[in-house]
Every structure is written in structure tokens, then in C-alpha cells.
């Protein structure tokens, strides 16, 4: 008597108080999995089909195939049958399929077994007039056709007739509780796979959450003891749990059902879905197309390659593989979403009806057509279409916990937070495993402590603990919207939502309502609301310039709303980086000269792709450094004006290529070549990177081109790394020899000159080739550590000039030339160099301050104003700043800006 009732089972929700990741308790127990022998069948003994189903369910098609047809030639059984048809299906041959099924029932009149399986796949492929006559008949023979009521049930929902279908879930529930503990008790695999689906079906719709613990620690463990090969339990029991928001174990079950079956086109295409939810799209794309390898008609594969495609603004590539699905699955209200959110982008209302004709014509209540639509809307940013079509999918089927959960994440992601509130609890109590839906609550009860502000254009939310930077903020927001203003020609209509949060966690949750936002995101807008995280988050110091991150989201609310969300996501990025006024990434300029030589940079086509790499760091930052160098490059080359003008165009829905003639009046490829020319200008003084070779390379080289001096340099560095001095100094000196004042060479033997602690000799050879090579940033570089350690200061300053006007001084060339103004009490020169410091290190409060405390020994004001000022905006808690600013302000005679300082500290 191990199941009473269908009832059972331990399932907590999400726990309370911090934010979690998954539902906690709802593990399922490791599985001792009783190896079993196969089920006793009566069948001919010369066929093994024990055999010939497990190759079938490990992915071993061919052989499959070979013996299921074997099978069916010699003895034509039931089996026999099923199984090639199986085969067929599994890898997309699906008309093979129908036509095996077709043949068996021929020979087995009536068998309802084989009816509804032929049923099944007709389902599946959209001819349901034909499989409700294959079910009708399975249930006339056999009313205890497992497969046959299920399809049936799964033909009726779809169809809108959702009472009736939940009659015939119940009659299966029914079958399963009623026959337990008795001698007709279901127990196997194939059967406890489709109780599993009804079960699940039936507590979605009853909202019975304590069910589906009990259908996957009871259900589908039994299925796969039963037959330890039946990776659709691993496989429908990781769906579950990915619908209930338990990655870590739906992954886990994916894992398990790929280890049984490698080549399952469905696991596969699961595990690239849950690949590209995170962020990965590479994976995803990898798993899709493995999928396809095994089956190049799945639909469900098709669709992913759709979305990614669509996500990353491919549209005509998406809409290939959307019709590829479609033509398997013409009635897939997820497909015939995706076919109706093209129109819509295509702007095409005559599509969008006739799309919507065809899927009203076979479902009188499209619910989950709409909620798929509503989901890919608001993931293209097109909220206000989204939540009518969330509305829409609740009015169809108030059942569907998704488009609660959807519409209420929609709410409190636009900062409609009061609305969000009465929603997203209602979408609680329809869906408790909801992990998003229950942070998001938890986000708002935090949020519900915190002190309102309110300005012209801006709604501040913040804590006790950032009353003063909420102050500092409500004045600066103000500044930068007139700015911006001026800048875009257009304004928010309503009022922007900011929220100052907290705590990280709490920032994480606000973000994405989930913990685990990397410690590096500073910031994020939707357009409407715009959230930073307290820099003094946890009771912990964390500064960052909260200016330019403002600065920064600003821009996106301004982008998003004058394009109505349709900005590429390379141009609101490229201006919100342009409009952090710093120079952040010239750190990776090496990185973004490596892809240019390399052929892989970005261009205006694929560089979506980047943003969302995140399991690719590089990526993501090229994409950004590559995003604000295409707005440089539009700017500086067609004028300030076309940044307007572009958002304008891509309001009205023009594709880039379009937006780009309109308003450049040129091709796009004719802009992606300017832009390329721009950025070999952009870096033009940098050293050319040369690929890693070894010594073997490097001395073959050499035999081959004997008179190359950069080779013989190379070979000559690759010595003295590996402190073979004399073959070192050899190369080196053939290499002088072949070019007189070789840069490698000349690196080789100075280095060789300082091992002797000859630094003067060291020094007068890297002279001697800086006469031939003025620019060369090693050689420059090399000169100035040697002339620093010879105390030739002002020879050192002379050289790091050099670089600094090359604009190839890093970081601690600066830091070095900096250090030498200071001892040499130059401060206007010092000034212009931690000037430059200060624009690659934005968050740097050090650098930012002696600025303040420099311009203010000089009593000049004006700058110590902007300096201590830029200060504040890293810290505004920062005592000494504060008094230079002050100090300077009343130099000036400002009374008003101090009286407005001060107020923000009251
Ligand atoms: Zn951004």
C-alpha cells in the first residue's frame, strides 16, 4: 500500500525571508535504480526486443531501425511496429512514421495500441481531425488506453474546450489512484509516463501544488525502475522541475536523461533552451544544432534557433526557422506565436490578423498562443503590447499560472510597483514554486520601508543610510534631464522611478528577482524605473561613481522611450557609455586591435550577440567598447544630429540597414567601412601584436628567411627569455646589423647591456634606434624605467611625454609621470596628467580628490569646484572634499550652490 492517493508528497515553497534561487525541499531523492529485467513478453524467440528497444532508447537509431524492420518483416508484430515508428519520429522521419503506423493497422484491424499511437503523432503534427478519430476508435476498442485518453485530453484542451479535456485528465488520475494497491496496479515505464503528464496537468489546473512532488518522487521513479533506460522520465520530470523554477535539479535530470540518451533531439533541445535562459547563447546554439543532427524537423529545436536568432535582431534568419517549425507543427500555438511577433515587428497588421484567423480557427481559446506572445514581447522590450496580451492570455485561461506571474514581473519591472503588488500575489497563490514571483514580493515588502522623494521628473526611492545621496541625486537627475533633453530633442512623459537598494541581494532581486547579480553590475534601467545599488550596501564601503552610472541608465530611459523600445541595443549602450564621459575602455584597446587584425570584430549585424555573452566576459566588453566606438564614429562623421534622427528612425520601426541610408544616406556597408577605417585610426600608434611562436618555430623561421631582422629579433627575444645570452646577443646584433636600430633587436641588447650593469650603454642603444622608430612604444617605455633608475627626471618626463602624446600611456605611465610633476612641484602639468588618470579611472576616489586638493592650491576655483565635485559623485560622504568644495564655492561667491549643499547634508 505505497499510494493511498494521488495526494501525497512533502513540497514546501520558497522560504521565507532572503532570496533564493530554487525552491528548497522539493529534492528529489537520488534514485536507487533496481536493475530489473525486461518486461515478459510473448514473443517469437529468434527476436530480441528487449534489445532492440533498449538500442532504441539510447540513441542508437540505425540499428534500431535495422532490427525493428527486420522485426516487422518476420514476425509483424504490435511491437515491431511501434517501435520503427518510434524510431522514425525520434529522428524527424515522420511521414515514414505515419506510413509504418498506416501499414500495422492494415494488418492489426483494430488494435488500439497502434491507434493510439498513430493518434499521437497526428496530434503532433497538426492533424487533429485525423488523430481524434484514431483516439475515438483506440477508446471504442480499449477505454482503458492510457495514450489514447491522454492524447485525446491534450487534442481538447488545445482545441479550447477545457472542461471536457479536465474530465478526461480526471478519468486518467482516476485509473492511476483507483488501480494502486491492487493487482492492477500501473507500473510500467510507458504508462506511469503519460500518468505523469496527466498528473501534472491536473494540479497546474487545481491548482494541487503538493502533486507534483508526488509525480516526481513517486511517478516517474517508478517509471524509470521499471525501465532503467526510459529517459523521457528523466526528461518530463526536468520539465517539471524547470517549470517550477528548479534549475539546479531540472539541469540535473537533463544530465541524467542525456547520459541514458545522448542523441534525444528533445533533451537536447531542452538543454539548449535552459543554456540560452542563462545567458549562453554559444551553448544553446551548440545543443540546437546537435539536436538537429539527430532530428532536422524538430520543431521544438527550430523554434530556439528562432528565438536567438530573434533575440539578437536577426529577423529574417529567425523567420527561415520559424516556418521550418511551423511546416512540422502547424498548430503549435508557441510556434504561431513567434510567426505573429514577426508581423508585428514587420509592422504589418494585415499579418498579425491573418495569423490570428489561423490559430482562432483551431483553438477557441488561445491562451498559451498569447502568453507566448507576451513573453517574447516583453523580452524585444515592447511592454505596453506585452501586457495586452498577458490580459488576453488570463481572459482565455485563467488556469495558466505563467501569464499572472508574467504580467505581475511586467508591472514591477516598469516600477508599477502598487499594481505589481496585487498581481504578483495573486500569481503567488496560482504558482507557489514561482522563485521569481516570490523575491519580487520580497523586493517589495524591502522597498515598502523606504522613504519617497519626489522632483520634477523623478520619483527617488531610497533608505535611511542614502538620505544624502538621494539628495545629491534629486539635484543632479534634474541637471542631466535638461541635457539629455536638449541632447535628444524629447523627454520622458512621465515621471522616472529611482531606486537606491540597499543591500546587494536586495539589488540582485530588484534586478532580476533572483540573488547573484555579478558584484560589477552598477546599475540598470527599463526605461520607466532606473536602480542603482547603495554604495554603502551591507554596512560595507563600496564606491563607484554613482555619476556616471546614473549618467549612464539615464540614457537608456531617454533611448527606450523615444524609440518605443526598439533601439538596438549597440546604440543605447554605445550612448550611455559615450555619456559616462570617461574612457573606461581604453584599457582593452589591445583586446579590440587583436579582433580587428583578426577579421572578428563585431559588426552592426552580429554585435547583439556580444551584450548577452555573459559566460564570455571578452565578449560582453568588446561589445560595449565596440558599441560606444560606432556612436563616436556616427557622430564625429555625420554630425551630432543623426543620433536623434537614428532614434527617430528606429521608432518607426526601420531596420538599421533602412535607419542608416535614411538618415546617413549610405549603405550599411558602406558605414561598416568607414567605421573600420575609424578604428585602425584609433589605433593606429598601437604595437602590432605578433603571434606566440616557440624556439623550434622561431629557428625554422630563421632558416628560411636568413636576412628577415625581425625574425632574427624575435628569435633573439625568445633567447634571452630562456637566458641564452649568447645566441641572444648573436641574433640580436645580426638583426641591427640587417636594420639598423631594430626595435626588438634594440630591446635584446639593452637588456644584455643592464645585465652587465652597463644602464648608460642600455640607455644610449634604446637612443639609437629611437632615431630611427620616434614612436615605438616599447622602445619608449624600456627608455623611460632605465632613465628613472639613472635619476633623470627630467629626460624620464620627456620620454613619458612622448608616449602620453601617442596616447599609448597605460596607467602607470601616468601614475609614474604624475609622481615625477609632484616631486618636481609642477603642478599644472601634474593637473593635465591626473586629469587623464582620472578619465580611465572613473571609480578612483584618490586620483579625483588630489585633483581638488591640487586645483585648489593653485586657487583655481572653478576647477576645484569640478574636482571636488567629481569627488562626491564617488563618495559623498568624503569630509575633505566636501570642505573643498565648499571652500571654492565661497571663493566664488555662490551662495545659493552652497545653501543647496548644505541642505543636501541636513
Ligand atoms: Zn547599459
Request: hydrophobic share 40%; charged share 25%; net charge neutral.
Amino acid at each position: 500500500m505505497r499510494r493511498p492517493v494521488l495526494l501525497l508528497g512533502i513540497w514546501m515553497g520558497a522560504t521565507a525571508g532572503l532570496l533564493v534561487y530554487g525552491p528548497e525541499g522539493q529534492s528529489r531523492p537520488a534514485e536507487e535504480r533496481e536493475e530489473k529485467g525486461p518486461p515478459q513478453k510473448k514473443l517469437p524467440p529468434q527476436i530480441d526486443y528487449s534489445r532492440l528497444r533498449q538500442l532504441l532508447q539510447r540513441g542508437n537509431y540505425n540499428e534500431a531501425e535495422e532490427g525493428y524492420t527486420q522485426a516487422v518483416q518476420r514476425d509483424g508484430s504490435v511491437a515491431a511496429y511501434i517501435g520503427l515508428a518510434r524510431v522514425q519520429r525520434e529522428v524527424g522521419r515522420y511521414s515514414d512514421a505515419c506510413a509504418t503506423l498506416d501499414k500495422a493497422i492494415k494488418h492489426h484491424r483494430g488494435n488500439a495500441d497502434l491507434l493510439a499511437e498513430r493518434g499521437e503523432l497526428l496530434y503532433l503534427l497538426g492533424r487533429w481531425e485525423e488523430a481524434r478519430q484514431d483516439v475515438e476508435a483506440a477508446l471504442k476498442v480499449n477505454p482503458g488506453n492510457l495514450r489514447a485518453r491522454w492524447v485525446k485530453a491534450c487534442l481538447l484542451r488545445d482545441q479550447g474546450e477545457l472542461t471536457a479535456a479536465d474530465q478526461e485528465v480526471r478519468t486518467l488520475v482516476r485509473a492511476y489512484t483507483e488501480a494502486s494497491g491492487t493487482d492492477q496496479e500501473i507500473r510500467d515505464a510507458q504508462s506511469l509516463l503519460i500518468i505523469g503528464l496527466a498528473g501534472a496537468e491536473n494540479a497546474r489546473r487545481h491548482r494541487r501544488h503538493q502533486q507534483f512532488a508526488f509525480i516526481l518522487n513517486e511517478v516517474y521513479r517508478d517509471a524509470i525502475k521499471d525501465d532503467p533506460d526510459c529517459w523521457q522520465a528523466e526528461y518530463q520530470a526536468a520539465l517539471l522541475l524547470l517549470e517550477k523554477h528548479n534549475r539546479a535539479e531540472g539541469e540535473a535530470a537533463l544530465d541524467k536523461a542525456m547520459a541514458i540518451n545522448p542523441r534525444s533531439a528533445d533533451v537536447l533541445t531542452a538543454k539548449g533552451y535552459v543554456a540560452w535562459n542563462q545567458g549562453r547563447a554559444d551553448e544553446a546554439l551548440r545543443y540546437a544544432e546537435r539536436a538537429l543532427k539527430t532530428n532536422p524537423k524538430h520543431a521544438e529545436a527550430l523554434r530556439l534557433l528562432a528565438d536567438i536568432r530573434l533575440l539578437t535582431g536577426d529577423v529574417a534568419g529567425a523567420r527561415q526557422y520559424v516556418l521550418a517549425a511551423q511546416a512540422v507543427q502547424p498548430r503549435s500555438e508557441a510556434i504561431q506565436a513567434r510567426r505573429w511577433v514577426l508581423e508585428y515587428l514587420r509592422g504589418s497588421p494585415a499579418g498579425m490578423q491573418a495569423v490570428e484567423t489561423e490559430v482562432t480557427g483551431f483553438c477557441r481559446t488561445p491562451g498559451v498562443w498569447h502568453q507566448e506572445i507576451a513573453e517574447l514581447l516583453v523580452q524585444l522590450k515592447q511592454y505596453a503590447a506585452a501586457e495586452r496580451h498577458y490580459r488576453e492570455a488570463m481572459r482565455h485561461r485563467p488556469d495558466l499560472a505563467a501569464a499572472q506571474a508574467g504580467l505581475g514581473l511586467l508591472y514591477w519591472q516598469l516600477g508599477r510597483e502598487a499594481e505589481a503588488q496585487t498581481v504578483l500575489r495573486e500569481a503567488f497563490r496560482a504558482d507557489p514554486f514561482h522563485i521569481r514571483v516570490a523575491n519580487a514580493l520580497k523586493v517589495l515588502e524591502h522597498l515598502a520601508k523606504y522613504t519617497t522623494r519626489e522632483t520634477e521628473h523623478f520619483v527617488i526611492k531610497y533608505s535611511e543610510t542614502d538620505k544624502v545621496l538621494a539628495a545629491w541625486l534629486a539635484d543632479y537627475l534634474e541637471k542631466w534631464f535638461a541635457e539629455y533633453r536638449q541632447k535628444y530633442g524629447y523627454a520622458p512623459s512621465s515621471k522616472v522611478l529611482v531606486e537606491i537598494i540597499a543591500s546587494r541581494e536586495m539589488f540582485s532581486g530588484r534586478v532580476l528577482a533572483l540573488p547573484g547579480l555579478p558584484g560589477a553590475a552598477q546599475g540598470a534601467s527599463t526605461g520607466p524605473l532606473l536602480v542603482i545599488p547603495s554604495p554603502r550596501a551591507d554596512g560595507k564601503m563600496q564606491v563607484y561613481n554613482w555619476a556616471s552610472v546614473v549618467r549612464h541608465e539615464l540614457t537608456h530611459v531617454f533611448n527606450l522611450q523615444q524609440s518605443d523600445y526598439r533601439v538596438p541595443i549597440w546604440l543605447t549602450e554605445g550612448l550611455a557609455v559615450r555619456a559616462e564621459e570617461n574612457h573606461r575602455f581604453a584599457a582593452h584597446r589591445e583586446l579590440l586591435q587583436a579582433r580587428y587584425l583578426a577579421g572578428t570584430l563585431y559588426d552592426l549585424n552580429t554585435i547583439a550577440r556580444g551584450y548577452h555573452n555573459f559566460a564570455q566576459p571578452e565578449e560582453v566588453i568588446l561589445a560595449y567598447f565596440q558599441g560606444w566606438l560606432y556612436v563616436e564614429y556616427l557622430a564625429s562623421r555625420f554630425g551630432e544630429e543623426t543620433i536623434p534622427q537614428l532614434l527617430a528612425a528606429y521608432r518607426q520601426g526601420l531596420t538599421t540597414s533602412d535607419a542608416l541610408r535614411r538618415v546617413c544616406g549610405m549603405e550599411q556597408v558602406a558605414v561598416e567601412q568607414g567605421y573600420r577605417d575609424y578604428l585602425r585610426d584609433y589605433l593606429r600608434h598601437l604595437p602590432r601584436q605578433e603571434p606566440q611562436l616557440s624556439l623550434a618555430e622561431l629557428e625554422a623561421a630563421v632558416r628560411q628567411q636568413p636576412d628577415n631582422a625581425d625574425v632574427c629579433a624575435r628569435l633573439a627575444g625568445e633567447y634571452l627569455r630562456q637566458q641564452r645570452w649568447d645566441q641572444a646577443r648573436s641574433w640580436a646584433g645580426k638583426a641591427w646589423q640587417l636594420q639598423r636600430g631594430h626595435p626588438g633587436a634594440a630591446l635584446v641588447l639593452a637588456r644584455l647591456k643592464q645585465r652587465e650593469k652597463d644602464r648608460v650603454g642600455a640607455i644610449a642603444i634604446l637612443e639609437d634606434a629611437l632615431k630611427e622608430h620616434p614612436q615605438d612604444s616599447r622602445l619608449l617605455r624600456a627608455l623611460s624605467r632605465l632613465l628613472l633608475q639613472e635619476q633623470r627626471q627630467e629626460k624620464a618626463i620627456e620620454v613619458l611625454e612622448q608616449l602620453r602624446k601617442l596616447r599609448l600611456a597605460d596607467e602607470e605611465a601616468l601614475e609614474t609621470l604624475a609622481g615625477l610633476y609632484e616631486q618636481l612641484k609642477r603642478p599644472h602639468e601634474q593637473i593635465a596628467v591626473l586629469t587623464e588618470l582620472a578619465q580611465v579611472r572613473p571609480d578612483d576616489l584618490a586620483v579625483h580628490k588630489q585633483l581638488a586638493r591640487l586645483c585648489h592650491g593653485l586657487r583655481d576655483w572653478k576647477q576645484t569646484v569640478q574636482w571636488a565635485e567629481a569627488a562626491l559623485w564617488i563618495d559623498v560622504g568624503d569630509g575633505e572634499a566636501k570642505e573643498l568644495l565648499l571652500d571654492a564655492l565661497k571663493a566664488l561667491g555662490q551662495k545659493a550652490e552652497i545653501q543647496r549643499l548644505t541642505a543636501r547634508y541636513q
